[in-house]
């Protein structure tokens, strides 16, 4: 069976990384993330915590990021499963709501590879300020942002926008422990034959 590229996503604080890091050990698979750690990466970092730029400038930072990850997955995948926390969703959700036109999203990362699963990490906006409990999060601290994130990201897998290989997991976390939310994600990967 061929390694798997499984991608987490859903707005802050709702559990990606948490997920994303079990899910790898559990598969023996490597947990990657975007922003990325390489030098695109931290510079978007640095933007996120404050530093002024242009809208249009953050979206092709992300995507040039995006550019080096998916060398970097292709990479891995001939040696073991993927599972990234945030991919190009993000930017579709982020960047589109902060008014980037989605065709032009869509054709800077062009290149971006399909993922076979696409785990989409439900919450409510409540629940995730309280899980973020006042993390740093310049560019998009406030809860009607999230709501609107949150509603980007239901309308991306409506109109199965970049439609992963194997399609979408959804799954609400609300009130649920990580482990209930780990359980449920193991459950619904081996109900689509992931695993
Ligand atoms: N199901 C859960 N119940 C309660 N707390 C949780 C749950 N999942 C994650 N957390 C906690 O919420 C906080 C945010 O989790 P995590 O960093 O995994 O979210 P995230 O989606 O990656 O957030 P961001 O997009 O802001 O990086 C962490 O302190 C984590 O321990
Ligand atoms: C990949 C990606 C991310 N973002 C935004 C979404 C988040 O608010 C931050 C990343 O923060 P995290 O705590 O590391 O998840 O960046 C974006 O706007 N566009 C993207 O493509």
């Avoid at 698979?29 to 970092?45: H, S, V």
């Amino acid at each position: 069976m061929a390694n798997k590229f499984i991608v987490f996503e859903g707005i802050d604080g709702s559990g990606k990384t948490t997920q994303s890091k079990l899910l790898a050990e559990k598969i023996n698979g490597k947990y990657t993330c975007e922003p990325t750690n390489g030098d695109i990466g931290k510079l978007i970092r640095d933007i996120l915590s404050g530093k002024k730029c242009e809208k249009e400038t953050l979206a092709l930072l992300f995507a040039a990021d995006r550019v080096e990850h998916v060398v970097d997955i292709e990479q891995h995948l001939k040696k073991t499963h993927i599972v990234c926390d945030r991919y190009v969703y993000s930017s579709m959700v982020y960047q589109a709501i902060q008014g980037i036109d989605l065709n032009f999203i869509m054709n800077i990362n062009q290149f971006a590879k399909k993922p076979d699963i696409l785990i989409f990490l439900d919450v409510d906006v409540e629940e995730s300020f309280k899980r973020m409990n006042g993390k740093n999060k310049e560019i998009f601290e406030n809860k009607e942002m999230l709501n609107k994130v949150r509603a980007k990201y239901y309308e991306i897998i409506k109109k199965r926008l970049f439609e992963p290989k194997y399609g979408y997991i959804k799954i609400n976390t609300t009130g649920k422990s990580i482990e209930e939310v780990h359980d449920n994600i193991l459950t619904e990967l081996r109900e689509k034959n992931i695993f």
